[in-house]
């Protein structure tokens, strides 16, 4: 007997007595019963752990705040101790600038850039330069 002689002939027997056990013996009412089961059961619900209240909040804050403090007195007194004066030897900025004056924002006392140096590099070379 060949295969495919063989597969027509178990075919209709296979089928008849898969039929039989699914339906006539039940198995179909109780797979379809606990599925139901499974789908009606208890819902799985996410637990929000509760938040901070107000007052813990409050209290945070308070805390936070202390140590900023503490630590701007500590940087205050570590300052006093070293009687260290970031700004000695420093003058005032001169104002705004003039609108209109290219000048108008530097001191009169300020020396400007030195360009001296300019005509040594030349060395007398300017005419053959310009």
């Known amino acids: 007997m060949k295969l495919g002689e063989f597969k027509k002939a178990i075919r209709p027997l296979i089928k008849e007595c898969v039929k039989e056990v699914?339906?006539?013996?039940?198995?179909?009412s109780n797979v379809v019963s606990e599925v139901a089961k499974g789908l009606q059961g208890s819902i799985i619900q996410e637990a929000k752990p509760a938040g901070p209240s107000q007052e813990e909040i409050r209290k945070k804050e308070e805390m936070l705040e202390e140590q900023r403090q503490e630590r701007i007195k500590r940087l205050n007194e570590s300052a006093k101790m070293d009687n260290i004066d970031a700004f000695a030897g420093t003058r005032e900025a001169p104002g705004d600038p003039a609108q209109?004056?290219?000048?108008?924002?530097?001191s009169?006392?300020?020396?400007?850039?030195d360009i001296s140096g300019i005509v040594n590099i030349a060395a007398g070379k300017w005419k053959h330069l310009v």
């Open 100 to 106: 209109g004056n290219p000048l108008g924002g530097v």
């Open 108 to 113: 009169p006392g300020d020396p400007g850039v």
């Open 22 to 28: 699914i339906l006539e013996e039940g198995i179909l």
